[in-house]
């Protein structure tokens, strides 16, 4: 139902409210108008009578008063709206007075008659040897009333009719502007968000208009700003996952090409120095020393082969490379105490949740030891299965934080770690206050399509 026919709607139904009040008003009023009129009508008609029969005309001296009354009724004929009859005594109609001329052969509607027609009682005047009859008529009064009734009716029915029409139209021409509006609001729901409205004579359309065209700018460049984000993010990953391919090419380069030479060099000083007995022997210890370096260069390469790639990501799973990568640290920093917490269905993901876990675990763990001189860390993932399942990261450290000692290299470290969850679609917030530690959570929605 549109909202022109609702306001025509409305305005034709106080309309009719308005007939129906203003009829019952003007039915009432003419009820007590016929009334009044009848009443004073009847009063006249009584007064006459009886003047009437204390004339000369109407004695007891006359010989036939009753003929002389008759002639004299039929002389005045009809009585106001009155209808007067004369009997004898033997109650035998012997006068009648003639029908009202007055709009003769019409009559109101029985309805309308009902409604309207005053209930005044007939009035029997004695006589010497009869009486007379006096019987109020508003049939003719009930008429004009009707009559009226129906003019104003008319009237009322075209002033209604082109009361709508005139409101049907000034509403089209008001309203026109709720169309540009619902086409708009069309095209912006289909993707057209470059659409604008223009300017409206109405204040109260141009302030909507206005407010739409900033609602759509401002959505535009929303979505704007989402979809060069949703690029950034998806170059961002792309660029991550290129960058652990080349990785594992050259740990895999490293494994293969380098450690093979160093165990062969490894093997030739060991057989170099095997062939000669003297301890003292320059050859031997010449010997004895490339073993030692290229057994260095050898712990060296595997280093730098598990800082690029780690095996165990790859052979065991997500729990046991966290767990070889908190073992690694410790190891490598046995002042610092690394506590790890994993929970259930870590080893379920694939390899891009896997790795970007891992170096976040990794970034975190390399910037403590370099930044935060902590003492301890704890290190805790856990699966949570709501919707949607996340995977749930949370490191903390007991070090200095990020005061005023949040060095440039601190924050590419944190610009590392949230890049990768960013581009993952997940969120990382950080909390930390000068002496009071660093905390770092991290979400990374794992739902089935990650899986």
């Known amino acids: ?15 009719i409210l308005c007939i129906v009040v203003m009829t019952y008003v003007l039915i009432d009023y003419k009820r007590k108008s016929i009334g009044q009129e009848i009443e004073a009508g009847t009063r006249v008609t009584i007064q006459l009578l009886e003047s009437i029969l204390l004339s000369p005309v109407y004695t007891a001296d006359a010989p036939d008063p009753l003929a002389n009354l008759t002639q004299y009724l039929r002389s005045v004929g009809r009585v106001r709206a009155n209808e007067v009859r004369l009997y004898d005594r033997n109650n035998i109609l012997i006068y009648e007075s003639p029908p009202s001329e007055y709009k003769q052969g019409r009559w109101a509607p029985r309805w309308f008659t009902i409604l309207v027609a005053p209930d005044i009682a007939q009035v029997r005047l004695s006589l010497i040897g009869g009486s007379i009859l006096i019987t109020p008529d508003s049939s003719r009064s009930v008429l004009d009333a009707w009559d009226e009734f129906v003019r104003f009716a008319l009237f009322i029915v075209v002033f209604l009719l082109l009361l709508n029409i005139a409101v049907f139209r000034v509403l089209g021409r008001t309203l026109q502007p709720l169309k540009d509006i619902v086409v708009a609001m069309s095209d912006m729901e289909k993707g057209t968000y470059s659409v604008r409205l223009k300017s409206y004579d109405l204040p109260e359309f141009n302030v909507i208009a206005h407010t739409f065209n900033s609602m759509a700018g401002s959505l535009e460049t929303a979505l704007t700003t989402e979809r060069e984000l949703e690029q950034n993010r998806k170059l961002t990953q792309l660029i ?28 030739i000083g060991t057989a170099i120095a095997n062939r000669y007995d003297n301890k003292h022997d320059e050859t031997r210890q010449n010997a004895e020393t490339i073993v030692e370096v290229a057994s260095h260069i050898y712990d ?9 790639r780690p095996s165990a990501l790859d052979n065991l799973g997500l729990s046991d490379a966290i767990s070889d990568l908190v073992a690694q640290y410790q190891r490598q920093h046995p002042r610092l105490k690394v506590d790890l917490m994993l929970g259930e269905g870590l080893d379920q993901f694939d390899e891009k949740v896997n790795i970007t876990v891992y170096r976040v675990v990794q970034e975190s763990l390399t910037n403590v030891v370099k930044h935060a001189e902590a003492t301890q860390v704890t290190v805790a993932l856990s699966l949570l299965h709501d919707a949607p399942a996340c995977l749930h990261i949370r490191i903390s450290d007991d ?5 005023a000692a949040y060095t440039e290299g601190q924050r590419f470290g944190m610009l590392g770690i949230k890049e990768r969850v960013q581009a993952f679609g997940g969120d990382v917030q950080y909390d930390s206050r000068p002496d009071s530690g660093t905390l770092i959570v991290a979400s990374l929605p794992v739902g089935l399509d990650k899986l």
């Open 399 to 403: 070090g200095k934080g990020l005061g």
């Open 1 to 15: 139902m549109s909202l022109r026919f609702r306001v025509n709607l409305a305005i034709s139904l106080i309309g």
């Open 240 to 267: 991550h996952e290129k960058l652990e391919e080349e990785r594992k090419s050259i740990a895999r380069e490293l494994h293969d090409e380098l450690g093979q030479c160093v165990t062969a060099i490894k093997t």
């Open 300 to 308: 060296v390469v595997h280093s730098m082969i598990r800082q690029l």
